[in-house]
């Protein structure tokens, strides 16, 4: 039986030691480094690659990785019984460059939280069941556990029920699309502009699928980079330049 929000609310987090990867050598990472002095927003999940996880779960924390942060949270951590390499690959895979990935590949931290589940149905083993939680200095503040009922229920520990907790008037940033070109320096440029200013996107490179012309159909435009803010065509490199200027009166 899954616990309860009222019973792990108030209580410091388990301890335990995490086994990453970084810069292609091992690092024990413990809880008291990964949340003592900050506010930390820690979603879980089942497992890396799986559907919801990548499409949804991830995704959307990593989009909201800013406004979070800038409503007091310090670092916005994924828990999964896996790996440190598969952490590792699934966090390129899905360009999640404002997630901090956590492998508690022992179980270690999701048994202490209660949170370990059989899934051997699915060939997975043990793995976590899917929660998010807000930890101020260690001790759980409030956690978001999602129902005990069959499948992989995905109602409650979403980016955006996080931060209307965290802040309920805070306002979610427009997604962010850009269709690019593979080597264009433009499109690196463009890039690197937006990650500088902490706005997720989705990348859509030039393939044999996605060519000028689909680009053209879909943004009026022949040039890389075509970047599309809340559904509005922002344009190429110069015209993303212009949007992020800062207005002189």
Known sequence: MLPSAASLEGKPVPRA???VRTDNAWRD???????NGKTVVVFALPGAYTPTCSSSHLPRYNELAG????????????????????MNAWKGGQEADHITMIPDGNADFTEGMGMLVDKRELG?????WRYSMLVR???????FIEPDKEGDPFEVSDADTMLKHVNPDAVPPEPVVMFSKPGCPFCARAKALLKARGIAFTDIPQDHKINTSVLRAVSGGTTWPQVFMGGRLIGGLDAVEAHFAPTSF
């Open 137 to 143: 200095d260690g001790v759980i503040e409030k956690i």
């Open 67 to 86: 406004v979070l942060r800038e409503n007091g949270v310090d670092e916005i951590v994924c828990i999964a019984v896996n790996d440190a390499f598969v």
């Open 29 to 35: 990472v413990t809880t008291d480094e990964l949340f």
């Open 124 to 128: 997975f083993g043990k793995r976590s």
């Open 17 to 19: 030691v995490f086994k």
